[in-house]
């Protein structure tokens, strides 16, 4: 099992930037992907990107390419997201999410933190 806490969300204006941060807790960490799902009111969740730990494959939605970036330090187990050239349609409730390796898809992910409000004000 692991244990997901997300910081770093807030209130920005569009065109700006803003990281948020995923520290992971638990014995068997390291056998985790590990990804981060957005969901905003009433719309269905999305899978804005994703990372294999120690393999380096990443996944991004076409939504956020180019802009968006995961990344990890495995030495901190942690996962992060940084998020440049923030749009209003990115607001959203952020949660980073773990899933088995080799499993990509958004029913794998078996844990997930409690989120984190992003705001992207015009």
């Known amino acids: 099992q692991v244990q997901l806490v997300e910081s770093g969300g807030g209130l920005v204006q569009a065109g700006g930037s803003l990281r948020l941060s995923c520290a992971a807790s638990?014995?068997?960490?390291?056998?985790?992907?590990m990804g981060w799902i957005r969901q905003a009111p009433g719309k269905e969740q999305d899978v804005v990107a994703a990372?294999?730990?120690?393999?380096?494959?990443?996944y991004y939605a076409d939504s956020v390419k180019g802009r968006f970036t995961i990344s990890r330090d495995n030495n901190k187990n942690a996962v992060y997201l940084q998020m440049n050239s923030l749009k209003p349609e990115d607001t959203a409730v952020y949660y980073c999410?773990?899933?088995?390796?080799?499993?990509?898809?958004?029913?794998?992910?078996?844990?997930w933190g409690q989120g984190t409000q992003v705001t992207v004000s015009s």
């Open positions: 999410a773990a899933r088995p390796r080799g499993r990509w898809d958004k029913a794998a992910y078996d844990y």
């Open positions: 638990g014995r068997s960490f390291a056998s985790y992907g």
């Open positions: 990372i294999s730990w120690g393999g380096g494959n990443t």
